[in-house]
């Protein structure tokens, strides 16, 4: 649903933003880069199916350079899933040293930021709910949210 007004996400108390993604180098190397890319949906799978890991939401992107945009509730969580035996990622990340490595194939590259009340704004028109607005609370832009510096402010306040 497309939402005409003009509006702005908030989360209560802090949340990590985390950028993951790859680049596919080779083409042709359908072997070394295919195996990478389906990685990613698997593990997302998992993690909606497991809440109190502590991801938000998750947004994916593919083109030549995949791109997956995380939300998540707090900087343990998201390295507790990383370094979780159990879970998809640790296989796949040897799986990845082991067929790819440092060959050039396939990139692979992730940011990752923490955020807190007052240090992220937002702003969405004629958007679906997207991104931030998926992960915690959309809201009208108005009250003094109209303006990047109000947003900052009220998210200060809280949503």
Known sequence: MIHRERLTASVEGDFVVFLIGMRINHPLKLHKWL???????????????????????????????????????????????????????????????????????????????????GSYENVYVNMPAFGLGKAGTLQAATDGRQSAAGRLQSHKAGP
């Open 35 to 117: 195996p990478v890319a389906g990685a990613m949906p698997r593990m997302i799978k998992e993690l909606r199916k497991q809440p109190e890991l502590g991801l938000l939401h998750a947004e994916m992107w593919f083109s030549r350079t995949i791109v997956l945009i995380q939300y998540w509730r707090s900087m343990e969580q998201l390295l507790a899933y990383a370094k979780n035996r159990q879970a998809q990622h640790l296989p796949a990340w040897q799986a990845f040293n082991k067929a790819v490595g440092t060959d050039g194939s396939v990139g692979i590259w992730h940011e990752t930021y923490a955020a807190s009340a």
